[in-house]
C-alpha cells in the first residue's frame, strides 16, 4: 500500500490542494482566515482563530479579514473577530476601511457596528471619500443614515 498525504479539508471557492501545497493563498498574500472572513464562514472563522489565526493579518494589499468580511457584509463574522480583537482602524493601500467597503456595499448594520467600535466615519479614502459618500454613490440610503449618526 502506498502512504498517502493528507488532504486538506474543502473549503467551497478555496483551491489548496493538501497541506502541503498553498501557493493559491501566498500569491495574494492571504491567510485562511482571509479568504473565510470573505465568504462568510461563521463556524470555520471561529474554528481557525480558536487554532491560533491572527485577525490583523494583512495581505498584499494590506487588507485584513475585517476588510473582507465587512465588504461581504457579514454581521456575524464581524462580531467573531471582534471577540478576537480585530483592530478596525487599519486601512488597505487605497486607503479604505472596513468601514469604507461595509459603506459602498450598503451593509447597515456592518456599518452601525463599526462605528460604534471606532472605525472613523471621518476617514479620507486615496479617491477623496469618507464612508457617507461611498453609499451615497452606490444609492444605499440607509446605509447613508446610518453613517450620518456616527459623523
Not at 22 to 43: F, H, K, S
Not at 48 to 65: F, T, V
Not at 81 to 96: C, E, G, M, P
Request: proline share 5%; charged share 20%; glycine share 8%.
Amino acid at each position: 500500500m502506498a502512504d498517502k498525504k493528507p488532504e486538506m479539508p474543502s473549503i467551497p471557492g478555496i483551491s489548496c490542494k493538501s497541506f502541503y501545497s498553498r501557493t493559491p493563498l501566498q500569491v495574494r498574500g492571504r491567510t485562511a482566515l482571509m479568504e473565510t472572513a470573505r465568504r462568510g464562514l461563521v463556524a470555520l472563522v471561529r474554528l481557525i482563530l480558536q487554532k491560533g489565526g491572527k485577525p490583523n493579518s494583512l495581505d498584499k494589499q494590506r487588507q485584513n479579514a475585517a476588510q473582507f468580511t465587512a465588504a461581504g457584509g457579514f454581521l456575524q463574522v464581524l462580531w467573531v473577530l471582534s471577540a478576537y480583537q480585530a483592530d478596525w482602524s487599519l486601512v488597505n493601500l487605497k486607503r479604505k476601511s472596513a468601514l469604507h467597503t461595509s459603506a459602498a456595499g450598503g451593509h447597515t448594520e456592518c456599518c452601525q457596528f463599526l462605528a460604534q467600535r471606532g472605525c472613523s466615519p471621518k476617514l479620507i479614502n486615496k479617491g477623496g471619500f469618507v464612508p457617507y459618500q461611498l453609499a451615497k454613490i452606490h444609492r444605499h440610503k440607509v446605509a447613508m443614515l446610518e453613517l450620518q449618526k456616527a459623523e
